[in-house]
C-alpha cells in the first residue's frame, strides 16, 4: 500500500511553458531496495541509449523496491491527467528503468513520445550532481535540481537531458514512461 500523497502542478514560465508534477516521496526502505537492485543490475544498456550512464534493464517493476515506486508514478499520472487534460485514465507503465550516473556522465536530450506521461524519482541528490533538464527553457533556467525522493513528471513529448557534471558520490535516479490504457471518465467542460 502506498502513503497518501498531493501532487503539485509546477508551471516552468521562462522561454517556453513546460508543466511539471512533482511529489516528495518519503520511502527509505523503498530506496535502499532499488539501490541494491540498480547496483546488482549493473549496466545492462553498455551506453546505447540516450543515457550515457550505468542503465539497468527497461521493465523493471517487477523488482523490490521498484514495485511499490510504479504505485506511486501510476497514482501521480491519473492525476496529472486529471489537473491536465480534466480526463481520468487507466495509466500502464510501458518501461521503467533505473540509473546510476557518475561525476561527468549524461543523458543527450531526447523525448519519450508516444508516451503521455514520462518522470524522473531522485533516489538521492548529491551536492553538485545534476538535475533534470529541459532544453527548451533555456541553460540558465530549463534544469529541475535534485532532492532526495523528489518524483518529477512531465508530458511525454518535452524534451529533456541530463548535463554532464563533476560530483561526488553517485546519482541514483529511476525514470518510466506511461501511457493510457483507456480514458475512463470524461471531464465536464469536454
Not at 535502499?32 to 527497461?58: C, F, L, P
Request: proline share 5%; with cysteine.
Amino acid at each position: 500500500m502506498i502513503k497518501p500523497f498531493e501532487l503539485k502542478r509546477k508551471d516552468l514560465p521562462l522561454k517556453s511553458f513546460i508543466t511539471t508534477y512533482e511529489v516528495k516521496i518519503d520511502e527509505p526502505e523503498m530506496d535502499k531496495q532499488i539501490i541494491k537492485v540498480i547496483n546488482e543490475y549493473g549496466d545492462r544498456q553498455n551506453h546505447t541509449s540516450n543515457v550515457k550512464a550505468q542503465m539497468t534493464e527497461w521493465k523493471m517493476w517487477h523488482e523490490p523496491g521498484f514495485n511499490k515506486l510504479a504505485h506511486y508514478i501510476l497514482k501521480a499520472a491519473e492525476v496529472a491527467s486529471t489537473q491536465t487534460y480534466n480526463t481520468a485514465i487507466v495509466p500502464e507503465i510501458t518501461n521503467m528503468w533505473g540509473m546510476k550516473y557518475k561525476s561527468g556522465e549524461q543523458a543527450i536530450s531526447h523525448d519519450h513520445w508516444p508516451a503521455v506521461w514520462s518522470c524522473a524519482y531522485y533516489l538521492n541528490a548529491p551536492k553538485g550532481a545534476p538535475g533534470l533538464f529541459f532544453p527548451e527553457m533555456g541553460e540558465q533556467g530549463g534544469e529541475r535540481g535534485l532532492e532526495k525522493g523528489l518524483l518529477v513528471m512531465f508530458q511525454g513529448h518535452i524534451k529533456h537531458a541530463v548535463r554532464p557534471s563533476k560530483f561526488k558520490g553517485y546519482r541514483y535516479v529511476v525514470s518510466a514512461n506511461i501511457k493510457s490504457q483507456k480514458e475512463i471518465k470524461r471531464g465536464i467542460n469536454n
